[in-house]
């Protein structure tokens, strides 16, 4: 394991002084993570969440199955399948 001091990448002090700190809000993409407002879809809806599922809902099934094959978004489960072949 590397230290500091035998790290490849860091000579002596330069990483002192260094502070990462996390996103800011402004940056966030989930528009409730403090939880300030109720967690049903209403409320989402007044938020601007699903303005576009509609749109996609009227593209059909075999579209939205489509896209996700495209997407190459893969399953969590134990195989590992890719999305949309279930």
Known sequence: MWTDK???HVTGDSMLGI???GPKDED???TN???LHDPFL???MKMGGWYKTGDI???GSD???SEMKESGLRGR???GLPSGIK
């Open 33 to 35: 993570i403090y939880g």
């Open 77 to 79: 489960g134990g195989v």
């Open 28 to 30: 966030c993409i989930f």
């Open 6 to 8: 035998h790290h490849p």
């Open 57 to 59: 809902v009227l593209k």
């Open 42 to 44: 209403k409320s989402a």
């Open 63 to 65: 579209w939205i199955v």
């Open 19 to 21: 502070i990462f700190g």
